[in-house]
């Protein structure tokens, strides 16, 4: 009969060190003699272990990928200063203000303090930890450089992070916009419309086409809204499970993304910086080539670039050179071929991919200020043509009610 795994809890003990010096903390284990047995691990006599209670409204935060960064950065600047690894969990854990989080660095300071490698630790939450997180920690510890292998990782993920960022204001911003033109177009077909309707009915004179458009309209909307609402909702839901569940329609959704004008601009370019960002961090950590270009289809975001990217790595297992293997794809443009081309040749391969990621990456800064820049005036001309067509539907009788009289 299979026995179920129970769930992890945070506890806090007191108890005595090595030297017989009063301590104290937190540990997390499924119960109370896993934790003893993980503090007798660590060298501490535990006296009191007990459960930690939960405050009424907990609200736990997630965890989000700029919180792993800043723990990285954190643990590398821990460990550059002298401080041991273990001590170094303690001291980031404590300045951690997300209780999720904090636990999280709490076990897997736990499993390290028990004798764990820091790369299995960490592998053991994939939902937090990528493959190529582990991979370059992995690196790092059998080289003997994790400090310099973390520094490495949080600047990899800061500047990947800050480069979602840019892509998700380029994308919000104008959906943003449509939500609210719908909300309030929507607010003055079912609330203001009706108003100016009942005003009509005494009118005695036709109503412009275009005033008895936006009636029926307010009366169609006024008598299906909820239907309306509920087709939207399910639309929305059954888009996102399709792209989960069906490959070819999220290819297709991410061909269609790069055709879009300016969009697919900005996706196409922050698709070569993640790509040059991910590669040059992989290699300058020893990872080889070929493993580095699996990690890197893994983190390319576009099923289309990854399929490329797969491809480049099966020409370089067979002995291609890196440069022909990217032009051959037509799909990388020539300054990263280029690039690559001299890094290869120079033997600084590192170095010229982390140039072109740092070109792409400003030049998706830029793209981003010039797409809002651009939208502002489109954004208050639409919202103007909705609202104000609403308003000039509704007073063109007033304006003829001169001529009924």
Not at 342 to 348: D, F, K, L
Request: charged content about 20%.
């Amino acid at each position: 009969m299979a026995t179920v795994a129970a769930k992890s809890q945070t506890y806090t003990w007191q108890g005595t060190d090595r030297q017989g010096r009063p301590a104290k903390g937190e540990a997390i284990g499924s119960n109370q003699a896993m934790v003893k047995a993980q503090l007798r691990k660590q060298g501490i006599a535990a006296k009191t272990v007990k459960r930690k209670s939960k405050p009424l409204f907990s609200g736990q935060k997630k965890i989000k990928p700029a919180d792993i960064a800043i723990f990285a950065r954190q643990l590398a600047t821990m460990m550059k200063a002298g401080v041991p690894l273990v001590q170094s969990f303690d001291i980031v854990a404590e300045g951690l203000e997300n209780r999720t989080m904090r636990d999280l660095v709490i076990e897997i300071k736990n499993e390290v303090a028990s004798g764990t490698s820091l790369a299995i630790s960490i592998s053991k939450h994939p939902k937090y930890f990528d493959e190529l997180f582990c991979s370059l920690v992995s690196a790092g510890e059998q080289a003997g450089t994790l400090e310099t292998m973390l520094a490495r990782i949080a600047t990899y993920k800061e500047k990947t992070e800050a480069l979602k960022a840019k892509i998700k204001k380029a994308m919000t911003y104008p959906a943003a916009v449509v939500v609210v033109a719908v909300v309030v177009t929507a607010i003055l077909l079912i609330k203001v419309v009706p108003q100016f309707a009942s005003t009509f009915a005494g009118f005695g004179a036709q109503l412009p086409a275009f005033t008895l458009f936006v009636l029926h309209l307010s009366e169609a909307v006024q008598s299906w809204w909820l239907l309306i609402l509920i087709i939207i909702i399910a639309s929305g839901a059954v888009f996102v499970e399709a792209r989960k569940r069906s490959h070819k329609f999220d290819e297709y959704m991410d061909r269609l993304t790069l055709r879009i004008p300016i969009v697919g601009n900005i996706v196409y370019q922050s698709i070569i910086a993640r790509f040059a960002r991910t590669l040059s961090t992989t290699f300058a950590a020893g990872v080889p080539l070929v493993d580095a270009l699996d990690s890197v289809a893994g983190a390319a975001g576009s099923i289309p670039y990854h399929d490329a990217i797969q491809r480049v790595r099966e020409e370089v297992t067979a002995g291609q050179q890196l440069n022909v293997a990217i032009k051959a794809t037509n799909m990388f443009p020539s300054m990263l071929t280029q690039m690559v081309a001299i890094g290869e040749e120079s033997g600084a391969l590192d170095e010229m991919l982390d140039k072109v990621a740092t070109h792409y990456e400003e030049a998706v800064d830029n793209l981003v200020d010039s797409l809002t820049a651009l939208l502002e005036p489109m954004i208050m001309a639409v919202l103007g043509i909705l609202v104000g067509g609403l308003m000039i539907a509704m007073y063109m009788p007033i304006f003829s009610l001169g001529s009924v009289i």
